[in-house]
T-cell receptor
Framework: DQQVKQNSPSLSVQEGRISILNCDYTNSMFDYFLWYKKYPAEGPTFLISISSIKDKNEDGRFTVFLNKSAKHLSLHIVPSQPGDSAVYFCAASAIQGAQKLVFGQGTRLTINP | DVKVTQSSRYLVKRTGEKVFLECVQDMDHENMFWYRQDPGLGLRLIYFSYDVKMKEKGDIPEGYSVSREKKERFSLILESASTNQTSMYLC???????????FGQGTRLTVV
């Protein structure tokens, strides 16, 4: 039972354009959502997060949007840069869940020059 | 900066061997986690611990055990390694009540 789903295994975007990565969840108890970035042979690094009391959080080139009614979140990167090429994981947690993170399958983002 | 350190970047072990993966964090975090990452499956939780000597099973605990004798150290044990345990293993830690986990660099384990 995949509670967090990233339906696009890969995404290719031109440098300078907007990258939009999507994530859906099924568990209505999730109240905190995160995006991690992962380079090959390295551990994931935290990128940005959002609480369920908000619908948008911005940090520089990165913005996360949350649509609770649709159980959907998205990560926008603008403008996209070559160094953004990586695998992006969406994660969610519930306050009652001992802060365990439940991850999606990941989306490989490739930024083309 | 939070530092989570895994003892090995790459390991090659034989089927049936007992394997120890070690993880140390330097931020006095209460929570520690072991995940494995496989292509198309994302990160799946194996075990986690929210205090010394405390442990709870995650989603895929079969074939694994853990040990947490000190707050800063969390060990994952493969009792008898099998080829289907070939994977990237990731350790993470967080404060109790914290909502963000910080990861180590990962251990790529190959079982032959």
């Amino acid at each position: 039972d995949q509670q967090v789903k990233q339906n696009s295994p890969s995404l290719s975007v031109q440098e300078g354009r907007i990258s939009i990565l999507n994530c859906d969840y099924t568990n209505s108890m999730f109240d905190y959502f995160l995006w991690y970035k992962k380079y090959p042979a390295e551990g994931p690094t935290f990128l940005i997060s959002i609480s369920s009391i908000k619908d948008k959080n911005e940090d520089g080139r990165f913005t996360v949007f949350l649509n609770k009614s649709a159980k959907h979140l998205s990560l926008h990167i603008v403008p996209s840069q070559p160094g953004d090429s990586a695998v992006y994981f969406c994660a969610a947690s519930a306050i009652q869940g001992a802060q365990k993170l439940v991850f999606g399958q990941g989306t490989r983002l490739t930024i083309n020059p | 900066d939070v530092k989570v350190t895994q003892s090995s970047r790459y390991l090659v072990k034989r089927t049936g061997e007992k394997v120890f993966l070690e993880c140390v964090q330097d931020m006095d975090h209460e929570n520690m986690f072991w995940y494995r990452q496989d292509p198309g499956l994302g990160l799946r939780l194996i075990y986690f611990s929210y205090d010394v000597k405390m442990k709870e099973k995650g989603d895929i605990p079969e074939g694994y055990s853990v040990s947490r004798e000190k707050k800063e150290r969390f060990s994952l044990i493969l009792e008898s390694a099998s080829t289907n345990q070939t994977s990237m293993y990731l350790c993470a830690s967080s404060f109790f009540g914290g909502r963000t986990a910080f990861f180590g660099q990962g251990t790529r384990l190959t079982v032959v």
